[in-house]
């Protein structure tokens, strides 16, 4: 009996330490199971596209999480990153590279790149204390707007990128059924029940990346990290020095934005140009927001539960506020849920620094 007590009592500790929107969302997901099940939407059909959502977005906000345990807050520059993994996977397929090793290629080439983006990338962001998150949004639309030029020039010539008419500029989308399409999503995958289906590459692959940074936290120089981000002088008097600190941070998270992409790349079955990068930046934040982070603190955790909250919602309430509404309000939903979340963490952070 005094056991059952304290497990309740850990319960409602744990609850008290989620702030009020993140409950709100998490009963207001709860409930769009139960109206599926009312409309006799296929849950077994959500489920299995929320967990392929969860994990084809879960490295893009994972990238999130050095910048934010750096003290620099969420990366709103994620496109510089984004166009890194961009570049990958065009190269593997102007080269025809195809199945696994075009995917692994294509992460070793945005590797490439994105050290060297991350690299000025974190001397911008030093150059700007104290003002890193607005200054990563003009960086990311100025880096999405620069790219669209090159998009037009750069000289890529298979006749499956190009416009068919005058044979130059890369088409805004782009398909990778021919070279690694759901190369992760295939992989070992197997059926659950109904139309659930297990991506378990996939999830693998997310598992994966999350251990590799929850390793990379545990070394010296992700140690510098997490102290720099919790108490500078302290970090200084300890031999820490901030600067390199807050550059690690910032090429880590460039690094795995550019994988992030290749891995949503892959599941999606498309590479988007031009516009694209800038849609993925939002949704990474606030999804990490919701699993409890703030703009200071941030464990994998965080990434892991609010990947799952954000992505399931998005996922779920198409189909079923279809049914109710008789009208697609997933958009508003998603607008309302992601501005709203950054917006909460940003207004909050004045009351933590207390």
Do not use: H
Request: with cysteine.
């Amino acid at each position: 009996m005094s056991d059952t007590k304290e497990s309740i009592k850990n319960i409602f500790s744990s609850l008290k330490k989620l702030d009020l929107p993140i409950i709100v969302i998490i009963i207001f997901l709860l409930s769009l199971f139960v109206l599926a099940g009312i409309t006799k939407v296929s849950i077994s059909s959500l489920l299995n596209d929320s967990l392929v959502r969860i994990g084809m977005n879960g490295v893009l906000v994972l990238a999130m999480l050095p910048t934010i345990r750096a003290g620099i807050g969420p990366n709103f520059g994620l496109p510089v990153g984004i166009i890194g993994g961009l570049l990958g996977m065009l190269i593997v397929m102007q080269n025809q590279i195809t199945g696994p090793a075009g995917f692994f290629i294509a992460i070793a080439i945005s590797i490439a790149f994105n050290l060297g983006f991350g690299l000025i990338y974190a001397w911008l962001l030093d150059k700007v204390r104290g003002q890193e998150m607005m200054v990563e949004t003009y960086v990311g639309y100025s880096i999405v707007a620069f790219m669209s030029i090159m998009w037009l020039v750069l000289p890529f010539s298979s006749p499956e990128m190009v416009w068919a008419i005058g044979g130059k500029g890369l088409r805004y989308t782009l398909t990778l059924q021919n070279y690694f399409d759901k190369i992760l999503n295939n992989f070992w995958r197997f059926k659950v029940f109904g139309e659930f289906y297990f991506p378990t590459g996939l999830i693998l692959f997310f598992a994966f990346m999350c251990f590799v940074v929850y390793l990379y936290f545990k070394t010296k120089s992700g140690l510098g990290i997490d102290l720099v981000g919790q108490n500078e002088l302290y970090a200084i008097s300890s031999g820490v020095k901030p600067k390199n600190a807050r550059r690690n941070a910032v090429i880590l998270s460039t690094v795995l934005a550019g994988i992030g992409i290749i891995v949503y790349a892959q599941s999606y079955g498309f590479v988007q140009l031009y516009q694209a990068p800038l849609f993925m930046t939002f949704p990474a934040v606030a999804s990490i927001l919701i699993g409890g982070a703030s703009i200071k603190r941030a464990s994998i955790t965080n990434v892991v539960l609010g990947t799952i909250v954000f992505q399931t919602l998005l996922t779920v309430s198409l189909p079923v506020l279809s049914q109710v509404t008789r009208g697609d309000i997933t958009e508003v939903m998603r607008l309302i849920v992601s501005n709203g979340m950054i917006l909460y963490a940003l207004t909050r952070a004045p009351k933590e620094a207390n």
